[in-house]
């Protein structure tokens, strides 16, 4: 007698400024909300504990299941240096270099009253993380150094991966050098995209323009796997 799959819980994503009456799980966005064939609804946060759940749940594939336990090591090594440092770098510069930019574009949605009061309430809770967490002590020139060599240390991967991989031209090569992607490859590929749709990153973004390589990594698994989306490179 052949067994009934569970049914896929239908899932909500939630973006975070603009979510009212919304608070996020872990005090981060963007988040899910994920509701069980019972009608039970579920919050979750942070990427990592996401990407977790919704393997557990069948509902996306472990692309790291096969993946060697030093590999795996890299794997998370990447992920937290984007995901613990350059987060907070990339956040200092929009939101306190180019706190009108980023207020505009992330609140446009509400009265100029009201961008000028969330905005304030936003840039006040941004400003005291990044102080508790570190990087509000340093200063510019001391954020764009550590910025630079993250994504020059990210470049290198990258430049290592393709010149190992196979000669199918157009197809994406990953930052481990493997012949499948990684979750570190969803890691870097988010940021990269990041970094090139934000207006008030300027700095990231010429850095980031500046190593072909990165650019070339994005192209090719934005036209495999996102081609219905605008490019953006």
């Known amino acids: 007698m052949s067994q009934t799959k569970p049914q896929q819980p239908q899932i909500t994503l939630y973006r975070g400024w603009l979510d009212r009456g919304k608070r996020p799980p872990k005090g981060k966005i963007p988040y899910l909300e994920l509701q069980t064939e019972g009608g039970e609804v579920e919050q979750i946060g942070d990427s990592t504990l996401i990407v977790k759940d919704l393997i557990e749940r069948g509902v996306i594939p472990n692309i790291n299941a096969e993946v060697s336990p030093v590999l795996q090591a890299q794997d998370l090594a990447i992920r937290a240096l984007l995901e613990e440092k350059l987060y907070f770098y990339h956040t200092w510069e929009r939101w306190t270099q180019n706190y009108y930019t980023m207020r505009e574009h992330v609140l446009q949605a509400l009265s100029y009253p009201m961008r000028?009061?969330?905005?304030?309430?936003?840039?006040?809770?941004?400003t005291a993380t990044l102080n508790g967490q570190g990087t509000g002590h340093y200063s510019g020139e001391e954020i764009a150094s550590f910025r630079k060599e993250i994504w020059e240390s990210i470049n290198a991967l990258l430049t290592e991966s393709k010149s190992k991989a196979s000669r199918d031209e157009g197809k994406p090569f990953w930052v481990l050098g493997g012949e499948r992607p990684t979750e570190a490859d969803t890691t870097v590929f988010g940021f990269v995209v990041s970094v090139l749709i934000c207006a008030a990153a300027p700095d990231s973004q010429e850095v980031v323009r500046g190593f072909p390589v990165v650019l070339?990594?994005?192209?090719?698994?934005?036209d495999e796997y996102f081609p219905d989306y605008e490019k953006c490179l």
């Open 216 to 222: 070339e990594y994005a192209s090719r698994i934005h």
């Open 116 to 126: 000028v009061f969330i905005g304030l309430i936003i840039y006040r809770k941004t």
